[in-house]
């Protein structure tokens, strides 16, 4: 079983900075995709960032030129930066990567960590 935890949620004035973070534990042989999604009130889940072992990104349009996404793999933790925060980041943001468990290749998710940013 893979668990993922993440942290650096919180309270930000429109403008600034947050940097979320995600460990990946548990029986891991490996790790191919990992990232970001988040889900506003009333919306649907929707893709933020997105890092491939590779080291290759792919980014939504809401977040190009203020978001980072970054991995350690040695440490199994995936990191976003952002920066120029807007009241319309608002969500809870989760976690998510692809690895090899203890059986096969599953998506597994963290239980989000919630981001407010204030006008």
């Known amino acids: 079983q893979v668990q993922l935890v993440e942290s650096g949620g919180g309270l930000v004035q429109a403008g600034g900075s947050l940097r979320l973070s995600c460990a990946a534990s548990?029986?891991?042989?490996?790790?191919?995709?990992m990232g970001w999604y988040r889900q506003a009130p009333g919306k649907q889940r929707e893709l933020v960032a997105i890092?491939?072992?590779?080291?290759?990104?792919d980014y939504a349009d809401s977040g190009k030129g203020r978001f980072t996404i970054s991995r350690d793999n040695a440490k199994n933790t995936v990191y976003l930066q952002m920066n120029s925060l807007k009241p319309e980041d608002t969500a809870v943001y989760y976690c998510t990567c692809q690895a090899l468990g203890s059986i096969r290749w599953r998506d597994y998710w963290g239980q989000g960590t919630q981001v407010t940013v204030s006008s």
């Open positions: 548990g029986t891991i042989f490996d790790i191919n995709k």
């Open positions: 890092i491939i072992s590779g080291g290759t990104t």
